[in-house]
């Protein structure tokens, strides 16, 4: 899609891009969307700080699918929410179909394409696993 940059940046919590959780949206977050990818990651460690923007594109260009959200969560500033999910390397991302955390974690490429396409496999089938690359 051609100008995904126009409203760079988009601010936080805008419908579409990536959403910050913290205690008080994460429930809500994840009763509202079917999908909810979420990328645990530390404000100290390179590899977070290396994917955040190519995260926040995925969830730009993610924006127009219904009942996909694409959330972050700072493991400093909520240490809570990573303990709750058992994150302790960053970045770390994982799914919750329904509310209920998927056993596998995303291990693509960290790339804008590699993390939709994953996504867009997800939301196609939601029963079969995922096969391998064609």
Aim: hydrophobic residues 35%; aromatic residues 8%; charged residues 25%.
């Amino acid at each position: 899609s051609s100008g995904i940059n126009a409203e760079w940046p988009l601010r936080p919590g805008v419908a579409g891009s990536m959403v910050n959780l913290d205690p008080n949206n994460l429930d809500q977050i994840i009763k509202d969307n079917p999908l909810v990818m979420i990328n645990f990651s530390a404000g100290w460690c390179r590899y977070s700080q290396a994917l955040k923007p190519i995260y926040e594109k995925a969830a730009d260009s993610l924006a127009s699918v219904q009942g996909v959200k694409l959330a972050y969560a700072d493991c400093v500033a909520h240490n809570d929410i990573c303990s709750k999910y058992r994150v302790s390397k960053y970045p770390t991302m994982k799914f919750l179909r329904s509310g209920e955390l998927m056993k596998s974690e995303y291990r693509g490429q960290r790339s804008v394409e590699g993390i939709t396409e994953h996504i867009n496999k997800l939301m196609e089938d939601p029963v079969k696993q995922l096969h391998g690359d064609e």
